[in-house]
Protein backbone atom coordinates (compact mmCIF):
# COMPACT_ATOMS: atom_id res chain seq x y z
CA UNK A 1 0.00 0.00 0.00
CA UNK A 2 1.04 3.22 -0.96
CA UNK A 3 2.22 5.00 1.76
CA UNK A 4 0.30 8.02 1.58
CA UNK A 5 -2.61 5.88 1.49
CA UNK A 6 -1.11 4.54 4.81
CA UNK A 7 -1.16 8.05 6.64
CA UNK A 8 -4.57 9.02 5.09
CA UNK A 9 -6.18 5.64 6.24
CA UNK A 10 -4.44 6.90 10.07
CA UNK A 11 -5.86 10.15 9.38
CA UNK A 12 -9.16 9.37 8.77
CA UNK A 13 -9.01 7.20 12.01
CA UNK A 14 -7.58 10.09 13.96
CA UNK A 15 -10.97 11.95 12.99
CA UNK A 16 -13.28 9.20 13.53
CA UNK A 17 -12.06 8.10 17.31
CA UNK A 18 -11.78 12.54 17.57
CA UNK A 19 -8.17 12.74 18.47
CA UNK A 20 -8.53 15.62 15.50
CA UNK A 21 -11.67 16.97 16.56
CA UNK A 22 -14.52 18.63 14.56
CA UNK A 23 -13.24 21.90 13.99
CA UNK A 24 -9.96 21.79 15.57
CA UNK A 25 -6.92 22.98 13.28
CA UNK A 26 -4.62 19.95 12.78
CA UNK A 27 -1.08 19.58 12.65
CA UNK A 28 0.72 21.47 9.75
CA UNK A 29 2.23 19.99 6.66
CA UNK A 30 5.90 20.41 8.45
CA UNK A 31 5.20 18.70 11.61
CA UNK A 32 3.36 15.69 10.41
CA UNK A 33 6.06 15.29 7.78
CA UNK A 34 8.54 15.13 10.74
CA UNK A 35 6.13 13.01 12.91
CA UNK A 36 6.07 10.55 10.40
CA UNK A 37 9.43 10.67 8.62
CA UNK A 38 7.83 11.31 5.13
CA UNK A 39 8.42 14.04 2.42
CA UNK A 40 5.96 16.97 2.46
CA UNK A 41 4.62 16.07 -0.72
CA UNK A 42 3.36 12.40 1.01
CA UNK A 43 1.46 14.29 3.75
CA UNK A 44 -0.06 16.99 1.01
CA UNK A 45 -1.10 13.62 -1.39
CA UNK A 46 -2.57 12.25 2.28
CA UNK A 47 -4.58 15.45 3.21
CA UNK A 48 -5.86 15.53 -0.18
CA UNK A 49 -7.70 12.04 0.22
CA UNK A 50 -9.11 13.44 3.29
CA UNK A 51 -10.29 16.81 1.46
CA UNK A 52 -11.58 14.65 -1.24
CA UNK A 53 -13.69 12.71 1.24
CA UNK A 54 -14.92 15.82 3.07
CA UNK A 55 -13.36 15.34 6.45
CA UNK A 56 -10.91 18.53 6.29
CA UNK A 57 -10.76 22.21 4.46
CA UNK A 58 -7.62 23.77 3.59
CA UNK A 59 -7.32 27.48 4.08
CA UNK A 60 -3.93 29.40 2.82
CA UNK A 61 -2.48 30.76 5.19
CA UNK A 62 -5.01 29.90 8.30
CA UNK A 63 -4.11 25.73 7.91
CA UNK A 64 -6.13 23.05 7.82
CA UNK A 65 -9.48 22.24 9.73
CA UNK A 66 -11.31 18.75 10.43
CA UNK A 67 -15.00 19.89 8.84
CA UNK A 68 -16.38 16.35 9.08
CA UNK A 69 -16.33 13.27 11.22
CA UNK A 70 -18.15 10.00 10.25
CA UNK A 71 -21.03 9.12 13.16
CA UNK A 72 -20.89 5.48 11.57
CA UNK A 73 -17.55 4.32 11.84
CA UNK A 74 -16.82 0.44 11.77
CA UNK A 75 -20.75 0.55 11.76
CA UNK A 76 -20.68 -3.20 9.32
CA UNK A 77 -19.91 -6.10 11.46
CA UNK A 78 -18.77 -9.11 9.24
CA UNK A 79 -20.50 -12.01 11.38
CA UNK A 80 -18.63 -15.23 12.63
CA UNK A 81 -21.78 -17.06 12.95
CA UNK A 82 -24.30 -19.11 10.56
CA UNK A 83 -27.28 -17.20 12.08
CA UNK A 84 -25.72 -13.87 12.00
CA UNK A 85 -24.22 -14.32 7.84
CA UNK A 86 -28.46 -15.05 7.22
CA UNK A 87 -29.15 -11.50 8.76
CA UNK A 88 -29.69 -8.35 6.00
CA UNK A 89 -27.69 -5.06 7.38
CA UNK A 90 -30.04 -2.47 8.49
CA UNK A 91 -30.76 0.30 6.00
CA UNK A 92 -29.25 -1.42 3.14
CA UNK A 93 -30.11 -1.80 -0.19
CA UNK A 94 -28.66 -4.61 -3.29
CA UNK A 95 -27.75 -3.63 -6.89
CA UNK A 96 -27.33 -6.56 -9.21
CA UNK A 97 -24.34 -5.55 -11.49
CA UNK A 98 -23.67 -8.66 -13.74
CA UNK A 99 -25.25 -11.89 -13.90
CA UNK A 100 -24.16 -15.10 -15.89
CA UNK A 101 -22.76 -18.10 -16.59
CA UNK A 102 -19.41 -19.57 -15.34
CA UNK A 103 -18.32 -22.45 -16.17
CA UNK A 104 -15.94 -22.39 -12.46
CA UNK A 105 -15.56 -20.58 -9.55
CA UNK A 106 -13.18 -17.90 -9.35
CA UNK A 107 -11.09 -17.47 -6.33
CA UNK A 108 -11.48 -20.31 -4.61
CA UNK A 109 -9.85 -20.43 -1.12
CA UNK A 110 -11.66 -23.94 0.67
CA UNK A 111 -10.87 -27.02 -1.31
CA UNK A 112 -14.60 -28.53 -0.05
CA UNK A 113 -16.99 -30.15 -1.84
CA UNK A 114 -17.42 -31.83 -5.10
CA UNK A 115 -17.23 -28.99 -8.13
CA UNK A 116 -20.90 -28.32 -9.85
CA UNK A 117 -20.79 -28.83 -13.90
CA UNK A 118 -21.30 -24.77 -13.75
CA UNK A 119 -21.96 -21.74 -11.78
CA UNK A 120 -24.81 -19.01 -11.88
CA UNK A 121 -22.58 -15.68 -11.21
CA UNK A 122 -23.85 -12.54 -9.76
CA UNK A 123 -22.04 -9.09 -9.14
CA UNK A 124 -24.20 -7.45 -6.57
CA UNK A 125 -22.95 -4.13 -4.79
CA UNK A 126 -24.52 -3.07 -1.24
CA UNK A 127 -25.15 0.35 -0.41
CA UNK A 128 -26.15 1.77 2.92
CA UNK A 129 -26.69 6.05 2.91
CA UNK A 130 -26.36 6.35 -0.37
CA UNK A 131 -22.94 4.86 -0.22
CA UNK A 132 -21.14 1.90 -1.28
CA UNK A 133 -19.79 -0.57 0.97
CA UNK A 134 -19.12 -3.94 -0.46
CA UNK A 135 -18.87 -5.84 -3.88
CA UNK A 136 -19.80 -9.51 -3.94
CA UNK A 137 -19.02 -12.11 -6.29
CA UNK A 138 -21.63 -14.98 -5.72
CA UNK A 139 -21.51 -18.49 -7.49
CA UNK A 140 -24.48 -20.54 -6.69
CA UNK A 141 -25.11 -24.14 -8.29
CA UNK A 142 -26.84 -23.58 -11.65
CA UNK A 143 -28.78 -26.53 -11.39
CA UNK A 144 -30.48 -24.44 -9.01
CA UNK A 145 -31.19 -20.98 -10.63
CA UNK A 146 -35.21 -21.58 -11.33
CA UNK A 147 -35.71 -21.63 -7.25
CA UNK A 148 -34.04 -17.53 -6.63
CA UNK A 149 -35.82 -15.32 -7.91
CA UNK A 150 -35.57 -12.03 -8.82
CA UNK A 151 -36.64 -10.51 -5.42
CA UNK A 152 -33.93 -12.45 -3.80
CA UNK A 153 -31.16 -11.45 -5.34
CA UNK A 154 -32.02 -7.42 -4.74
CA UNK A 155 -32.85 -8.25 -0.70
CA UNK A 156 -30.88 -11.51 0.50
CA UNK A 157 -27.45 -11.59 1.95
CA UNK A 158 -25.44 -14.40 -0.20
CA UNK A 159 -25.59 -17.08 2.63
CA UNK A 160 -29.48 -16.40 2.87
CA UNK A 161 -29.47 -17.12 -0.37
CA UNK A 162 -28.57 -20.50 -0.72
CA UNK A 163 -29.68 -21.13 2.78
CA UNK A 164 -33.10 -20.47 1.18
CA UNK A 165 -33.16 -22.38 -1.52
CA UNK A 166 -36.05 -25.26 -1.18
CA UNK A 167 -34.41 -28.27 -0.94
CA UNK A 168 -30.95 -27.74 -0.12
CA UNK A 169 -29.20 -28.51 3.09
CA UNK A 170 -25.96 -27.05 3.79
CA UNK A 171 -24.11 -29.60 5.68
CA UNK A 172 -20.69 -27.52 5.77
CA UNK A 173 -20.12 -23.92 5.28
CA UNK A 174 -15.98 -21.90 6.03
CA UNK A 175 -15.25 -18.12 5.96
CA UNK A 176 -11.92 -16.74 5.67
CA UNK A 177 -11.14 -13.11 5.87
CA UNK A 178 -8.45 -11.37 4.61
CA UNK A 179 -7.15 -7.64 4.27
CA UNK A 180 -6.01 -6.52 1.28
CA UNK A 181 -6.16 -2.65 -1.14
CA UNK A 182 -8.75 -1.92 -3.55
CA UNK A 183 -7.59 -2.39 -7.51
CA UNK A 184 -8.73 0.30 -9.87
CA UNK A 185 -12.15 -1.60 -10.44
CA UNK A 186 -12.89 -2.26 -7.08
CA UNK A 187 -11.80 1.19 -5.99
CA UNK A 188 -13.98 2.56 -8.82
CA UNK A 189 -16.84 0.76 -7.77
CA UNK A 190 -16.96 1.35 -3.77
CA UNK A 191 -15.89 5.13 -4.36
CA UNK A 192 -12.36 4.57 -3.11
CA UNK A 193 -8.94 6.00 -4.05
CA UNK A 194 -6.91 3.20 -5.33
CA UNK A 195 -5.03 0.90 -2.97
CA UNK A 196 -7.24 1.57 -0.06
CA UNK A 197 -7.51 -0.93 2.69
CA UNK A 198 -10.19 -3.70 2.09
CA UNK A 199 -11.49 -6.63 3.48
CA UNK A 200 -11.70 -9.38 1.56
CA UNK A 201 -14.53 -12.54 2.70
CA UNK A 202 -14.03 -16.14 0.95
CA UNK A 203 -17.08 -18.13 1.75
CA UNK A 204 -18.34 -21.63 0.57
CA UNK A 205 -21.05 -24.21 1.49
CA UNK A 206 -22.05 -27.53 0.33
CA UNK A 207 -25.11 -29.83 0.65
CA UNK A 208 -25.68 -33.01 1.85
CA UNK A 209 -24.63 -34.25 -1.48
CA UNK A 210 -21.06 -33.11 -1.01
CA UNK A 211 -21.40 -30.64 -3.96
CA UNK A 212 -19.60 -27.08 -3.75
CA UNK A 213 -22.69 -25.09 -4.12
CA UNK A 214 -22.51 -21.86 -3.43
CA UNK A 215 -19.06 -19.73 -3.01
CA UNK A 216 -19.19 -15.72 -2.27
CA UNK A 217 -16.15 -13.65 -2.77
CA UNK A 218 -17.01 -10.20 -0.43
CA UNK A 219 -14.99 -7.15 -0.75
CA UNK A 220 -15.99 -4.67 1.58
CA UNK A 221 -14.71 -0.84 2.50
CA UNK A 222 -11.61 -1.29 5.02
CA UNK A 223 -13.28 1.97 7.15
CA UNK A 224 -16.78 0.44 7.81
CA UNK A 225 -15.81 -3.00 8.60
CA UNK A 226 -15.57 -4.44 11.98
CA UNK A 227 -15.14 -8.32 13.57
CA UNK A 228 -16.07 -9.37 16.64
CA UNK A 229 -15.32 -12.63 18.23
CA UNK A 230 -16.87 -13.65 21.76
CA UNK A 231 -13.66 -15.24 23.65
CA UNK A 232 -15.49 -16.85 26.73
Request: aromatic share 8%; glycine share 6%; net charge neutral.
Amino acid sequence: MSRYVQLATLFRRKIEIGTWQLGQQIPTVDMLAAEFDVARATIRQALSILESDGLIERHRAKGTFVTFRPQEALWCQVETNWAGLLNAREGATIEVLARGESADVQGLVHQIGERAPSYLHFRRRHWRNDSPFMIGEVYIDKRLEQRITDEALRTKTSMRLIADVAGVEVTDARQTLTIGTADAEIAELLHLPFNAPVAVVHRSAIDASGTLVFVGVATYRGDVVRLDFKLR
